[in-house]
């Protein structure tokens, strides 16, 4: 009854081989039975019993509002960016002991996945399967962010004020649970192209980028702003790769005097001090994500004066050193508060407000908020942020921050300087309204 | 020609740091056997010692001493917890124990200093030399050739020229026979990797302030490359690791200076599978590659 | 005990995917997701224990061919799509490229890595996981770049929406590809294959002079490994709709081996038990943490790190105190078990209670095939025969 079943010259015997087949199977399958009492027994333990008002919107009660983001806590990438949450969480925490808005505190659930899309796939679904949020906020970076757009927009949730510069997030027909926030790299690179064009007219001007999508829409950005052969050259740069002396003194024989560079932080440290080691003295016109003051002296270490003087960049929130600024002032008083023990940085100002903008558009949304009445918030147009530029939500455009401000390094302090300017088709032009006063306490009443 | 120069130069002390790595690696290669993926992270932790000493004193010397001397312990300590009690009978398990002492040291250099990073001072400038108009070597690359130099030397001596170094051999070539001739194997494999942990400690602490600063991610990419490093020049060869070492410096730099920074990573996969095809145990190994 | 024909292995196989379907209409659609990414990991898993398990040759290169089936799959998919393609044919089209992807990719490494062993394999292969985001960039007009690739996917069908979620569906589309992959190499490895396989493995100059073709027996354990990783990528490229660098780096290498180890890497029964430690461990610890009243400074510095910590002091442990995995501590407690209780016997039998049962050498069958199996398996070296104790090496 066996033997012939065998595919093949049969050598062994059969029957006494079959013994060790059998109880092996019997153990794949003992196995598999063991996995699903293992799933059974850990949905048991899901968090349930919260949607008890509220005409049962996921993530509200009568008394919280959950939300939840995803950030990269560990691995590479946490460096540059693991102290955001905790802001924004400090944030939160304010609002809550203030009481909440509308009475509801925020419930604010972070989740790390490393960078990496596969598991940004996984604690986003982990959010809004299991933990039913209300509302993603603040998502992080452009690769992980990007993997989880269909599933949330899919899944009707909100995904307000991803942070990352790529223009992805503005699809409002394809994508309209999706917000952005940052000024996208495109409308960064041709501000700063006005800015550089105007102070350095005859300079000759250089591209130091990374080798992705942020690297190409600046590029792309510049070159619409200053001519398609405006620059001298382009160099790009890998992750992968920490030595970037080989582009540095490419740009040094090019002849560059201003580089502008589409890099992260610790790239555009990088650049900059491979440059001084070859006595290579140029000017720097850094995007928002590569062009945090603070951060960059964690690089460079004691040299960071001589090597950051004249140091351009653009940002268009409150500018952590400038004390007079009232949002400044409130942030850095929650960040003594509610996150004591970290530092007060960019990252810091940057967490708050996005924290800031939900619960801005939290409030707007209304008494018994639902997903749609804060996507129609949004819309609308109230809801305004605190930065130095307008956002540009409407119907018609989901788009973050539509322009920024130039900032420059000067003894030691980066500040603002001049006025701020924002997209205006394919050029960018002076913005001259003021920004909206800081509500009591921070808090949008 | 003076940009091949300097590319040339700059891929050589970077490689010097690599041969450096590799050497580590090959140490406990041979006296165990093993390739310790922990290597990296085991040499950020001491590195972290080095800068918390520096900062604590003022003196780089000082930080330095302590990385070696750290380093010494660290190797000790792990081949006499874990490493130990791993076993022979699959190899897979000692590189499994490496990689959970990998996530374990990181974690734990992640909870004790933060995840950001921290700018490491340099001794001497980082800034060429200029010699009849072309520049090239920066005092910290010297520093970098003249440590590197001096240690290969050194252990060069202390393997062929002592009797330590003899018993060092013998227990790892032929751990039963050493033992029936009174040199105490346990004792000399402990050593072993003390001796690969200190060497991966220096080469950390140099590699360190040349890129992005400290972190308990510092040397990922450097341990990938010094691993490619010691398979090229062999594993059993510790001059094939400086050789090595240095050959995948300079091509990381040419092809990084002349094809785009993106390519690095194929070019060293291309340069790997050239040298393994012809030659399957390494561009210098003497024997013919074991199965392990 | 019966002898088990490959009909009734097959309607076992069978009963274990109805079962595990069954299971997704009794738990949330959370679970249901991953339980479809464990049984994509699963195929990967066991792909690997066939290679390094049974076949000695220790691969980092795992995700490498994952990531060949993912974009096979995107890249098929897309391309159907583009051509109005809908239907089951964008459903399987797309998996049968990401099997033959994978497959080419293998059969290539295979042919160069055939003559490396141990370290030296590694070394290839880690350097192969490591080029794989430059690969990606250097060819961003096709695959991507970083940000990789969206996937139109075959949604479930029109019929079963409303009763039966996506979550499900995916789950059900994984569960059946995962069944199949163990079928076809528990097949494979229970057969001539794994027999030569073995020898090889143990012993690749004695396996020649046998007979067996070592080269060719381990360009196909790559090419078989590579189909099975590059199913997986394609399950997962499916259930994520998404291809990216990032999702296949030499983290998610490190994981599936440390999987397969951590579960046995002797058996594919182990590769189960990994599969579901490598989704649901992380998980379960991170959830943990989540939970610990700490202050926001230290919240901050254990968030993601702890869970780190925890998962890399378990590994270092099972190696310490269960070197044959999970599925090797379970057959030794089964073992004892009998040892203590044999079937048939009343249980106070203390013959059998006071046979010491070697811990080293595992397998109760051993005694009897081991010693007749040489005389029957001509081609084969008696190392060869011991078709449990790969868990050994």
Sequence with gaps: ??????????????????????????????????????????????????????????????????????????????????????????????????????????????????????????????????????????????????????????????????????????????????????????????????????????????????????????????????????????????????????????????????????????FTAQAIGTAAKLGYMPRWAASSAGGDYNTLSSYLGENTDALLEGFISSNYLPANTDTDDEWTAKFKEINEEYNPGAAFDGNTIFGMSIGYLFAEALHEAGENPTRESLLEALESGDVQGNGHVPLGFSADSHAGYTGGMITLVSDGVQAYTGSPYSADGDSVSAYTEDRPAMPENGIPQ | MDRFLFLTVDGLARGAVLAAFALSLVIIWRAARIVNFAQGAMAVATTYIAFTVTSATGNYWLGLASAVVAGLVLGALVERTVMRFVGNTNPLNSVIAGLGLLLVIQ?????????????????????????????????????????????????????????????????????????????????????????????????????????????????????????????????????????????????????????????????????????????????????????? | MRPLTPLVSLLLAAAAAAALIGLTFVVEPFRSYQLATACAYLCAVAGLTLLTGAGGQLSLGQAALMAAGAYSYALSANALAGAGVEGALLLLVPLGASILGASILGVVIGCAAGRLHGPYLAGFTLALVVAIPAVTSTFSAVLGGDQGLWITVEKRPTALRGTVSNEQWQAWLAIICAVAVMVVLNNLLRGRFGRQLRAVRDNDAAASLSGVNAARTKIISFTVSAAAAGLGGGLLAYVTQSASPGAYSLVLSLYLLMAAVIGGIGSLTGAVWGALIMVFLPYAVNTFTANLPVSADVAARLDGNLAVAVFGTILVLVILLAPRGIQGLITAAGRRFRARFPPGQSPSNPASAVVPVPQSRPSAETPSSGTQAPATETGTPPSGTLSTTKGQR
């Design chain 1, 1 to 266: 009854m066996i033997v012939s079943q065998h595919p093949g010259p049969v050598r062994s015997t059969p029957a006494q081989r079959r013994p060790a087949a059998n109880k092996r199977r019997h153990s794949v399958l003992a196995a598999a039975v063991t996995a699903a009492a293992l799933t059974l027994a850990a949905c048991g333990s899901s968090g349930e019993g919260t949607s008890t008002a509220a005409e049962d919107v996921p993530g509200i009660t009568d008394s919280t509002v959950t939300v939840g983001t995803h950030q990269p806590l560990t691995g590479p990438a946490a460096a540059g960016y693991a102290s955001i949450s905790p802001a924004t969480k400090a944030y939160f925490d304010h609002v809550n002991a203030n009481g909440g808005i509308h009475g509801r505190t925020i419930e604010y659930t972070v989740k790390d996945d490393g960078y990496n899309p596969a598991n940004t796939q996984s604690v986003v679904r982990e959010m809004v399967l299991q933990d039913e949020v209300f509302a993603v906020v603040g998502g992080l970076g452009t690769p992980p962010h990007s993997s989880v757009l269909d599933f949330l927009n899919d899944n009707e949730v909100p995904d307000l004020f991803v942070a990352s510069g790529s223009p992805t997030w503005n699809q409002p027909e394809n994508y309209p649970y999706t917000y952005g926030f940052m000024q996208d790299y495109d409308t960064e690179a041709k501000g700063l192209a006005a800015y550089v064009q105007e102070e350095f007219p005859d300079a000759t001007y250089c591209l130091f980028g990374q080798d992705d999508d942020f690297g190409a829409d600046f590029k792309t950005g510049l070159e619409s702003a200053l001519g398609s052969d405006s620059l001298a050259s382009t160099q790009v740069y890998s992750t992968t790769n920490t030595d970037v002396a080989a582009q540095i003194s490419d740009l040094q024989a090019a002849g560059c005097d201003v580089n502008f560079l589409a890099s992260i932080n610790g």
């Design chain 2, 107 to 292: 974690a734990a250099l992640g909870m004790i200093f933060g995840n950001g990073y921290r700018a490491m001072a340099t001794p001497f400038s980082s800034t060429p030399i200029s010699v009849g108009g072309v520049s090239a070597v920066s005092p910290y690359d010297l520093f970098i050739f003249i440590c590197v130099g001096l240690m290969v030397v050194g252990l060069a001596l202390l393997f062929t020229k002592t009797s330590l170094g003899l018993r060092l051999r013998a227990s790892a070539f032929a751990p039963d026979l050493a033992r029936l001739l009174g040199v105490r194997s346990s004792r000399m494999l402990t050593l072993g990797w003390a001796l690969s942990s200190a060497v991966g400690a220096l080469a950390a602490l140099l590699i360190i302030p040349t890129e992005l600063g400290l972190n308990p991610h510092a040397v990922d990419t450097v341990f990938v490359y010094a691993f490619t490093v010691a398979v090229v020049g062999g594993l059993d060869s510790a001059g094939g690791a400086v050789a090595g070492g240095l050959a995948v410096g300079v091509v990381l730099s040419w092809v990084s200076g002349y094809l785009g920074a993106t390519l690095t990573p194929i070019a060293v996969l291309v340069l790997l599978l050239a040298v393994l095809l012809l030659r399957p145990a390494g561009l210098f190994s003497m024997t013919k590659e074991r199965t392990a």
